[in-house]
Structure formats: structure tokens, C-alpha cells
């Protein structure tokens, strides 16, 4: 299967854990979006990476929130000291560069976390 | 900020009919608007991409409209089945950028009932 992966699936934690997620895009994608999904609305924008750079953080993306896509190629976002108020389903995306679809985000099954 | 609303929260109708979504936006001028498909527990799936200087765009049974002076957007699934249940997304893109980032609507539950 060549489109974005993501894992985990589902995470459940206590509040004030760490949490990190891995997001692996469509290969040779080079650009990366993360959203956060709560229930009954739609994705909301946090971050974007083109290559390695992060490019634009969301308001959304508190100091406890990182993201990092050191080579390019796969992401991961890292939540630090949990909060309930961020039970929510992480989705990742990615676009290619060039041709017809740039402007097309294709979409990972998303990680459901739950926080305690 | 902008503002984005998609018609009723459900849309329940009988196979074989068109249904028709409606996205609505304020204070914002995307230049191209998107729909998306979510099944429950999954992530959204790309169906149709219109950009501010198209007003019509098909695929298969699908048919999307936009028409900025009224800053709107209709989805049309003709003959519809109970498979296209599901929650469809709107999604605007900005002007001008490279960036990419999209604005969602809370999405519009369709149901089609045999």
C-alpha cells in the first residue's frame, strides 16, 4: 500500500504523559500536514512541513506540541504532559510538489488518542 | 476570521436520488475549494478539487459548483447509493500560497437509505 501510514492507530494515556506519533507520507511527497480532528468537526490546521522545514505552526500548537520531519521523509509529533482537552484523532497528510494533485492532501487513517 | 458552513449537520435521502451539500464561507477568498469524504474512524479521502476560476467540475457521479460572488459551493451526488453514506468534508485553500493549508467545514452526515 503506498499511501500514508500512520502509528500508531490508537493511544490511550494518563494525563501529564508523553505522547509521540510517526506519520509516513506517500513516498516522494515532499510536503506534510498535521491536523487534529475532535469530534464532530472538522480537521483544524496545526503544522506544515516542505522537505524538513516546518514552514507554519498553528496558534493550536502549544509549547507541549513538537514536530519534527528530520530527513524529509516521515514525521513524528510529540505531545509533552497531556491534557484531557487533547483527546482528539491526529491526522497526517501529504502533497507532492509537482504536477496536477499539488494542491491535493491525501490523508493517513489518523491516530485516536484518549487521555485520561 | 473565516468562516466556514456546511448545510444541516445530516442529509438523509432515498436511493437512487441527487443529493445536494452546501458549503458556504465568509470573510475569506480561497483559491480553490475541495471536498473530502470521512467514513467513521478514518481519515478523509480527496474527492473533488474547484479552483476560483472554475465554476463547474465533474467526476463520475459527482459534480461540484462554486460560484465566489456568492461564496458557496454546491456537491451533487447523483443516483445515489447506500455506499455513499458518509460525512463530507469542505475544505478551502488559500490564495497565493505555498503553503497548502486547508480550512474545513464540521462536514455534513449523509445517509442514503434503499
Request: proline share 5%; net charge positive.
Given at each position: 500500500?503506498?499511501?500514508?501510514?500512520?502509528?500508531?492507530?490508537?493511544?490511550?494515556?494518563?494525563?501529564?504523559?508523553?505522547?509521540?506519533?510517526?506519520?509516513?507520507?506517500?513516498?516522494?511527497?515532499?510536503?506534510?500536514?498535521?491536523?487534529?480532528?475532535?469530534?464532530?468537526?472538522?480537521?483544524?490546521?496545526?503544522?506544515?512541513?516542505?522537505?524538513?522545514?516546518?514552514?507554519?505552526?498553528?496558534?493550536?500548537?502549544?509549547?507541549?506540541?513538537?514536530?519534527?520531519?528530520?530527513?524529509?521523509?516521515?514525521?513524528?509529533?510529540?505531545?509533552?504532559?497531556?491534557?484531557?482537552?487533547?483527546?482528539?484523532?491526529?491526522?497526517?497528510?501529504?502533497?507532492?510538489?509537482?504536477?496536477?494533485?499539488?494542491?491535493?492532501?491525501?490523508?493517513?487513517?489518523?491516530?485516536?488518542?484518549?487521555?485520561? | 476570521?473565516?468562516?466556514?458552513?456546511?448545510?444541516?449537520?445530516?442529509?438523509?435521502?432515498?436511493?437512487?436520488?441527487?443529493?445536494?451539500?452546501?458549503?458556504?464561507?465568509?470573510?475569506?477568498?480561497?483559491?480553490?475549494?475541495?471536498?473530502?469524504?470521512?467514513?467513521?474512524?478514518?481519515?478523509?479521502?480527496?474527492?473533488?478539487?474547484?479552483?476560483?476560476?472554475?465554476?463547474?467540475?465533474?467526476?463520475?457521479?459527482?459534480?461540484?459548483?462554486?460560484?465566489?460572488?456568492?461564496?458557496?459551493?454546491?456537491?451533487?451526488?447523483?443516483?445515489?447509493?447506500?455506499?455513499?453514506?458518509?460525512?463530507?468534508?469542505?475544505?478551502?485553500?488559500?490564495?497565493?500560497?505555498?503553503?497548502?493549508?486547508l480550512y474545513f467545514g464540521r462536514g455534513t452526515q449523509l445517509t442514503v437509505w434503499p
Open positions: 500500500d503506498t499511501g500514508v501510514s500512520q502509528d500508531p492507530r490508537h493511544k490511550i494515556t494518563k494525563r501529564g504523559q508523553n505522547v509521540t506519533f510517526r506519520c509516513d507520507p506517500i513516498s516522494e511527497h515532499n510536503r506534510l500536514y498535521w491536523y487534529r480532528q475532535t469530534l464532530g468537526q472538522g480537521p483544524e490546521f496545526l503544522t506544515y512541513f516542505q522537505n524538513e522545514a516546518q514552514l507554519e505552526k498553528s496558534r493550536l500548537l502549544s509549547d507541549r506540541f513538537s514536530a519534527e520531519r528530520p530527513k524529509g521523509s516521515f514525521s513524528t509529533l510529540e505531545i509533552q504532559r497531556t491534557e484531557q482537552g487533547d483527546s482528539a484523532m491526529y491526522l497526517c497528510a501529504s502533497s507532492p510538489k509537482a504536477g496536477a494533485h499539488t494542491d491535493t492532501q491525501y490523508f493517513g487513517p489518523g491516530t485516536r488518542l484518549t487521555v485520561l | 476570521s473565516q468562516k466556514i458552513e456546511q448545510n444541516s449537520e445530516a442529509l438523509n435521502i432515498q436511493e437512487g436520488k441527487t443529493a445536494t451539500l452546501t458549503c458556504n464561507y465568509t470573510n475569506y477568498s480561497p483559491a480553490y475549494l475541495q471536498w473530502y469524504r470521512q467514513d467513521p474512524g478514518r481519515g478523509p479521502v480527496f474527492l473533488l478539487l474547484i479552483r476560483e476560476n472554475e465554476k463547474e467540475k465533474r467526476k463520475e457521479r459527482l459534480k461540484v459548483t462554486f460560484d465566489t460572488t456568492l461564496k458557496q459551493s454546491l456537491f451533487h451526488i447523483t443516483a445515489s447509493q447506500p455506499a455513499d453514506s458518509a460525512t463530507y468534508l469542505c475544505a478551502l485553500g488559500d490564495r497565493g500560497s505555498t503553503l497548502g493549508r
